[in-house]
Structure formats: structure tokens, C-alpha cells
């Protein structure tokens, strides 16, 4: 009986801990051959909060600008798109309101890029006030011009509202 017990309480512990994080099941679902990865930062948040002046944006981009992998890469290149600082501004706003929307969904996430000859690309994991939060690791080359600075900098945009929001005090 003791056995059957102890069983019992590894199961459930198991169990709890993995649902901790709900994109945990979501992605050791996915069907073989789909990338974690691209699944996590492709995740639509149709209810962030747009103006008139976003509404324009997303026309300009031609992009609904609610994904991370859209966020993201809008921002790193937007030298390029020749955004203006209130565009970009309107980029780090909606990256910091996903970062409390996956957070409010308990879906952790944190993301970090890596150089070097062999660099990381995929999802890993690390515990955060107590969280199973996943990390998107993005890759990487050897060399940090300014497209990575831009890239780095919302990454830590991002990640740092994560971990606040992780670590504030529950109610």
C-alpha cells in the first residue's frame, strides 16, 4: 500500500509541475516535425491594444504585429523599415503587453540569443520564482552589429517584464 502511495504522489507530482507552464503541454503535442520554436514565437494575441496610429503601422509593416516573431523582427530591422522613434516606441509597448499576456495565460516564457561558432536554437527551460518558464533560444552569429543590439535590447524588454511580473508578490 505504501508503495502504491508513494507511485501515486510521484505521478501527481509530475504531473503538476509540468502543467505549471500551459505551453508545456502545448508544445510536447505538436506533431513531429514542427518546430517548438517557431510555434511559441508565432502565437497570435488578437487583443492587444491598438490606436489609430497602430492600425497605420500594422498597414505600413503589413503585419498584425501580435506575435513575437512579429514584434521582434519588426524591431531588430527597423533601421531598415525606417521606423520612426514613436513606431518604435509602439513595437516595445505591444512587447512589453504580450510579455504580461503570456505571464496572465501562465504560459512562461523568456528569450535569449547566443554566438559564437555553434550557436543554440531551440527551446530550453529554467525555473523563475519557482516557474517552469521556457527559453527560446534564438541563435546567433559571431560577431554583434546593430541589428543584434536592436534584437538584444527587446529581448531584454521582454524578459525583463516576464521576470518582474514572475517575481511580484501573489495577492
Do not use: H
Request: proline fraction near 2%; charged fraction near 25%; charge should be neutral.
Amino acid at each position: 500500500m505504501k508503495k502504491i502511495l508513494f507511485l501515486f504522489f510521484i505521478f501527481f507530482s509530475f504531473f503538476s509541475y509540468g502543467q505549471e507552464n500551459k505551453l508545456l503541454g502545448q508544445i510536447l503535442n505538436l506533431k513531429k516535425g514542427e518546430s517548438q520554436l517557431e510555434y511559441i514565437l508565432n502565437i497570435k494575441n488578437q487583443d492587444l491594444p491598438e490606436d489609430g496610429f497602430t492600425k497605420l503601422m500594422k498597414i505600413k509593416l503589413n503585419s498584425e504585429l501580435n506575435s513575437l516573431a512579429d514584434l521582434f523582427s519588426s524591431y531588430m530591422i527597423s533601421k531598415d523599415l525606417e521606423l520612426s522613434s514613436k513606431e518604435m516606441s509602439i513595437l516595445k509597448s505591444r512587447v512589453l503587453s504580450l510579455a504580461e499576456w503570456f505571464v496572465k495565460n501562465e504560459q512562461y516564457i523568456t528569450v535569449t540569443s547566443s554566438g559564437g561558432i555553434a550557436p543554440i536554437i531551440g527551446v530550453g527551460s529554467e525555473t523563475i520564482a519557482n516557474k517552469k518558464v521556457l527559453v527560446l533560444k534564438m541563435g546567433g552569429d559571431c560577431t554583434i552589429d546593430e541589428y543584434d543590439e536592436r534584437r538584444n535590447y527587446i529581448y531584454e524588454v521582454f524578459n525583463t517584464r516576464v521576470k518582474s511580473l514572475l517575481n511580484r508578490p501573489t495577492d
